[in-house]
């Protein structure tokens, strides 16, 4: 008896790479240039491993160069900030991509403010920020998470302007940015945070929803507006038994639940995550294009 | 029968000058330098040219330098962006204002970002903006406007932390950094504007509203919620055949209706206005202080 539409992320992040696929290849017929993605690991963590992995194998399946710097996890920032410097300058790569977290001995502000603002394909130099908060000022890069949730409601015809939405989560890399979206498209937005009192009430007034929060399974069926749209971009693993490795990952949002009130809702896995590495790739397809003036 | 405590934006401001005159003799004693604030006028608009005489006097009064440049109308951009260079190389100047609006044939958003990040006292450029919407980084100036409106929530002793906050507007100079602050200090803020649908049910659930719209009595008494707190930004002229000038300003909100239901209440004039200059010369000092690193 679940009635909401299911958002397939994972269909539309396909679909995405398809059509970076193919100006990937008109760019480099009618142009003779390959955009590129230069990541920078330091130290080796594994999670941190496998994320530069799927991003390298992401890069070759569409078609874009990939680069990678792996540096020892006690480098010093000088190092880091060589190799920042480096691809900086270098004309073959348009998008740079430092990989956190980063060792506690190196200041990660520093280190990302290093990054070019032309090659800031994360998005997240305070100046793409602040650019992306004011009005008439457009950021040269999007966020990638959040770009991929307003993407998703653009692929399904989603209603954005004028509409009543909530933002859970406040944090530099989704939910800040994902509110500031959602404004530019003219929905009315609140913010909803730890400090939050009755963060239900709020929650339910929502036409849409996105969900950005750590806690798995916060959003209840009860507390959604019948027919409102669920982004839910959290990922947590909770113990699981019957699983191999013994835990699976949900959401911010009970799923059972809300998919028998919402209109649409995305899953997890296989919603917001599938296009967050679309998106890079797109902002990467986008700089190499600005660098190059290619329409 | 109004029962709203009466902000009194005046004598706050009056006090936070006072003590700003205090810390501006204190710096010259202890090591000789005097803050100094830059105005370049470009034209020449009466309006603008009494708010360019109102900062000087001002200045005047708490022993802050003030250096002006005025340009006529048709001014080259060139010219205006010489003048810009001088004072950010000019170390007696602290602080470089560009009195908007300039004239239709430049290009604002160029001549603004001219101004060296370190002296922007307005804190309108987009890396201070993304600094302040951003946690965990800190703008070097926040916008006077919106500054002022927190400045009289935390002087009249006004908790925000935990609050419903609804700022209605959201231009780059009010509306949008006031709603960065509220959330900074960890209301859970909603943004109303001219898209939005039914905007008094929003506004009824606020325990803190700031209107920055523009449209005189634009918030009626009924919209707000019993004991909320009301800061007034708006500044419109209504027509007043018993005034000597023909009309008087209000605010955004309905006063008379507004003074019964909320607990506090801004006045306009009166309100908020006095604060936008009081912040101007607080970020002034401010600057100077950093570049002389004086506690
Ligand atoms: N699909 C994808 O590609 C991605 C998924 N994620 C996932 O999204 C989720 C959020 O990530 P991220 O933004 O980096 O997380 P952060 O931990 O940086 O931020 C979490 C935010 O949620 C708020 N919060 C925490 N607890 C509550 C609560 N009980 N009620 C309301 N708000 C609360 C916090 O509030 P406060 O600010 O007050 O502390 C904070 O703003 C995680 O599950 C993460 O794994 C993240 C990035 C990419
Ligand atoms: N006290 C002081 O020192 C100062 C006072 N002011 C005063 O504050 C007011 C606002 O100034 P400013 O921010 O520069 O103005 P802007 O015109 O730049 O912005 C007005 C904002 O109000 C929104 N708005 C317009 N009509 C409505 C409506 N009917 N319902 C809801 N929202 C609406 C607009 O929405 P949208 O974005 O959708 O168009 C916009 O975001 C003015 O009266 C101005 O004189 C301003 C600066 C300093």
Redesign the interface.
């Known amino acids: 008896e679940s009635s909401a539409k299911v958002i397939d992320g994972k269909a539309v992040a396909e679909q995405i790479r398809d059509e970076i696929t193919a100006e990937v290849s008109r760019m480099k017929d009618e142009i003779g240039v390959v955009p590129g993605l230069a990541v920078i690991l330091v130290g080796d963590r594994k999670d941190s491993a496998t994320y530069v992995r799927n991003k390298k194998k992401a890069c070759d399946s569409v078609g874009i160069t990939s680069f990678e710097a792996r540096l020892p996890e006690d480098s010093s920032e000088h190092e880091v900030l060589k190799f920042i410097s480096g691809y900086n300058d270098d004309p073959s790569v348009h998008g740079i991509l430092v990989q956190l977290p980063l060792p506690s001995h190196m200041n990660e502000?520093n280190i990302l403010n290093a990054v070019s603002i032309e090659k800031d394909v994360d998005g997240f130099?305070?100046?793409?920020?602040?650019?992306?908060?004011?009005?008439?000022?457009d950021p040269l890069f999007v966020p990638c998470t959040p770009k991929g949730c307003i993407e998703l409601l653009h692929r399904y015809g989603i209603d954005i302007?004028?509409k009543?939405a909530v933002v859970i989560g406040?944090?530099?890399i989704v939910g800040?940015p994902a509110a500031?979206l959602l404004?530019s498209e003219?929905a009315?937005?609140?913010?909803?945070?730890s400090?939050?009192?009755n963060p239900e009430n709020?929650i339910k007034q929502a036409d849409i929803i996105i969900a950005a929060v750590g806690q798995a399974n916060m959003v209840r069926g009860s507390w959604i507006k019948p027919g409102a749209v669920v982004i839910d971009v959290g990922i947590n693993p909770v113990e699981d038994a019957k699983s191999r490795r013994g835990y699976r990952l949900v959401g911010d949002v009970c799923y059972e639940e809300a998919c028998k009130v919402a209109s649409a809702i995305t899953p997890v896995p296989g919603g917001v995550g599938p296009m967050t590495i679309a998106m890079l790739l797109s902002n990467t397809l986008s700089s190499a294009k600005r660098a190059h003036n290619f329409q």
């Open positions: 502000q130099h305070p100046l793409n920020i602040g650019r992306l908060a004011m009005r008439g000022r302007k004028g009543r406040r944090s530099n800040m500031l404004q003219d009315t937005v609140s913010i909803v945070h400090r939050t009192k709020i």
